[in-house]
């Protein structure tokens, strides 16, 4: 079996394109002379380049800037390989690179589009020969396929995990990610908070603006809640407009400060999209529920923060109430 043959068949086995860049790394690498490879992505409507993956991440540490754009980039702008030789009449892009006397970048072309960058440095002069490049090619034309694949696949995961108007995560993936919170907090001892939160009087809105104006509130205060947390926080739609904010390592009181600024944020969410001459005034009503206090598994913390919520609404709407608290529910009056 050849060389090329069975490197096209362990690409085909790679399950993220991580892996796929490690295999093309371990092939790469065994070529005598090859000392660093370095993987550039592009977005699709992004002109900025970043630095996404190295075969040597240590020496890419000296690269001070591992960000560039579109235009500085001739692989990019043409749509073919570039190749440095370390000559002096040669030009010298200068990107990505310190030590090495030569390189070739080779564009990843995706649909026809150019999607980002693969630069194989070397630390001698005159490396790239023309029998090289076409067997490095070929290594990149192997690759292409199965990075597009994956990218559509783990497109299509995103999409079954997202809730399609508020852009945030649905019920679906909301249940799979608490479940596994709930497990590593079982094995390292950490707390774990659950917010539920239901926009107050969404009904009445609806009937008074219409659900235009509704599905914009959804999507404002899902945007929200969504820059009022910590990246390690989880937003869902729940259902309706109820919402679900999960909260690793985060005891009550951690909880309930949440909360509560997530409250006060809403209240002052400006809606003058909606009506410019009077815009309206939402509020919401939270509850929360706390691993392991209000329950060892996903439904008890889920019906105890529901509960907690359902508090908040009778106790009057636009407060904050914790499962279990036999005191009345804090609210902005107090």
């Known amino acids: 079996m050849s060389t090329i043959k069975r490197f096209s ?113 070397s630390d001698k002069k005159d490396f790239f020969t023309d029998s090289m490049i076409t067997e490095i090619k070929v290594y990149i034309d192997s690759i292409t396929p199965v990075i597009s694949n994956l990218r559509l696949l783990e497109s299509l995961n995103n999409m079954a995990s997202v809730d399609t108007l508020t852009k945030v995560y649905n019920r679906r993936y909301l249940e799979k990610y608490l479940e596994e ?82 409250r006060k944020k809403v209240e002052d969410m400006s809606l003058t999209a909606i009506s410019n001459e009077a815009p309206p005034k939402i509020t919401c009503s939270l509850g929360i529920s706390s691993y392991p206090i209000h329950g060892n598994n996903i439904d008890k913390l889920i019906q105890s923060a529901d509960k907690a919520l359902y508090k908040a609404k009778n106790s009057g709407r636009n407060r904050t109430c914790i499962f279990g608290e036999t005191s009345p529910c804090p609210s902005f009056f107090m």
């Open 9 to 121: 068949d362990l690409v085909r086995q790679a399950s993220s394109e991580d892996e796929v860049y490690d295999i093309l790394f371990d092939m790469l690498k065994k070529k005598s002379g090859i000392v660093q490879v370095v993987v550039i992505k592009k977005g699709y409507n992004d002109k900025n380049m970043t630095v996404f993956k190295a075969m040597d991440m240590e020496k890419l540490k000296t690269i001070e800037n591992k960000v560039t754009t579109e235009q500085n980039c001739w692989a990019v702008k043409t749509g073919n390989e570039f190749v440095y030789n370390g000559n002096s009449d040669d030009f010298n892009c200068k990107e990505f690179h310190r030590e090495s006397v030569s390189y070739l970048c080779i564009p990843i072309v995706l649909g026809g589009i150019v999607s980002g960058v693969v630069q194989i440095q």
């Open 181 to 262: 919170q709930i497990e590593i907090s079982k094995e390292n001892n950490l707390h774990l908070s659950v917010i539920m939160l239901d926009i107050d009087f969404f009904k009445r809105f609806n009937d008074i603006y219409g659900h235009d104006a509704g599905d914009y509130v959804l999507m404002h205060f899902a945007d929200t809640l969504k820059f009022n947390v910590r990246e390690s926080d989880v937003v869902s739609r729940y259902g309706g407009e109820e919402f679900v904010v999960v909260l690793p390592g985060t005891d009550l009181h951690g909880a309930y400060t949440v909360a509560e600024k997530l």
